[in-house]
């Protein structure tokens, strides 16, 4: 067994040891009240996320910038931004892992900074990267989690078996987590995040670094999910496709939320067709651009792009006029990727390319890699 991965699994989220004996205490009313009442809460006009002027400050650096947001109970919310935006601070704060500089924010009805242990027994969170033990079954890592819940017991077997046949493993249960596949391995994560029956799950990247097909299985489970347990989800990506899955969501860059909507609002808002065109001299086509049409262009994914109402009556004169030959186009109605351009000024691709440069660029970071 790895004994020193349950340990940091442990620590990490419950914090304090004194966490675990509350939570055996209070789970039993918290389960009763979640599974035995079938409901999120008896007042269904409530927040389930409810954040008020919310800032972090990290000395000089504000990560977050006193932001104003409400999540209804029983929503999919997405939470889009690249590296540095400050969408994962936002998320610490809402799990209590990171104290609030000021402002306020309530996590099914409880205050973050006041009762973190409450809102930790009444979330579930699903990390980016895997926190499973490879060398425990598929049912044992529930059954640890259920024991650090506070489960109690007698729902413990028939609540593994109910989340297992959800996710498709339940011919699994007995097999080592370390011989699963990517996929069986994320379906087994929101499995695990589910089993306590949380008020709201957080996904961080639940599909990261899966192929298309396995991704849109994951999608599938997690709406099947949701639908039988009514549970608000909370979740980061930066796969556009994927944030069409949501009720809203909320752009945020810079430590602000520069745009909040459901995806076909904020598109509407775009109200151009995107064009790309590949040239010989992309910085003489956005010239080019600027000059003969009035239109302000920039290089996105190694292709000149602009915005322009009726964009294929558009095309023929592009041709006729630009002045330089042109190797390719595509016109596209506008996408989320064009909402995130318009408010961020970048692809949420290019902004997540950028972000890991800086990254690596860091003296710290060079310095693991040797």
């Known amino acids: 067994m790895n004994h020193n991965k349950i340990l940091r699994c442990v620590y990490a989220w419950a914090g304090e040891n004194k966490l675990l004996t509350r939570c055996r205490i209070q789970s039993m009313a918290h389960f009763d009240r979640v599974v035995g009442a079938g409901s999120l809460d ?5 927040s389930a996320i409810s954040i008020r ?30 590296n540095g935006a400050g969408k994962s601070t936002t998320i610490g704060m809402l799990c209590t892992l990171v104290k609030p500089t000021s402002g306020s924010a309530r996590v099914a009805g409880l205050d973050v900074v006041d009762d973190r242990d409450g809102v ?49 493993l339940w011919d699994r249960r ?5 011989t699963f596949s990517g996929g069986m391995k994320r379906r087994l994560e929101i499995a695990r995040g589910l089993m306590h029956s949380p008020l709201v799950l957080f996904l961080d990247e639940p599909t990261v670094g899966l192929d298309p097909q396995t991704r849109s ?5 997690i709406k099947e999910l949701q639908q039988r347990e009514g549970t608000t989800i909370f979740m980061t990506t930066h796969y556009m496709d994927e944030a069409e899955f949501c009720d809203r969501i909320a752009i945020m860059d810079h430590g602000t939320i520069v745009a909040l909507g459901t995806p076909d609002n904020l598109k509407s808002e775009v109200g151009k067709d995107r064009v790309q065109i590949a040239t010989g001299d992309d910085a003489r086509a956005v010239e080019q651009l600027r000059a003969v ?8 994914e190694e292709r000149v792009t602009f915005s322009v109402a009726g964009g294929e009556s ?13 190797m390719s186009v595509s016109v596209a109605k506008p996408t989320l990727d064009d909402v995130f351009m318009m408010h961020t000024g970048t692809t949420i691709r290019d902004a997540e390319a950028s972000a890991t440069e800086r990254l690596r660029a860091n003296p710290m970071w060079q310095g693991r890699s040797r």
């Open 42 to 46: 008896a007042d269904s006009t409530a």
């Open 53 to 82: 002027a919310l800032s972090k400050n990290y000395g000089p650096v504000e990560a977050v910038r006193s932001i104003d947001l409400d999540v209804s109970q029983g929503e999919t919310f997405g939470f889009l931004g690249p």
């Open 120 to 168: 930790r027994r009444s979330i579930g969170l699903v990390f980016q990267d895997s926190t499973l033990d490879g060398y425990l079954s598929a049912e044992m890592n529930l059954r640890l989690h259920a024991e650090l819940y506070g489960m109690p017991r007698n729902r413990v077997a028939p609540r593994i078996q109910e989340m297992l046949e959800m996710v498709g």
């Open 174 to 178: 007995k097999s080592r987590v370390n």
């Open 217 to 221: 299985s994951i999608w599938a489970y």
């Open 293 to 300: 049409f009035g239109i302000e262009g920039r290089v996105v």
């Open 314 to 326: 558009f095309v023929p004169r592009l041709f006729a006029e630009l002045g330089l030959p042109i």
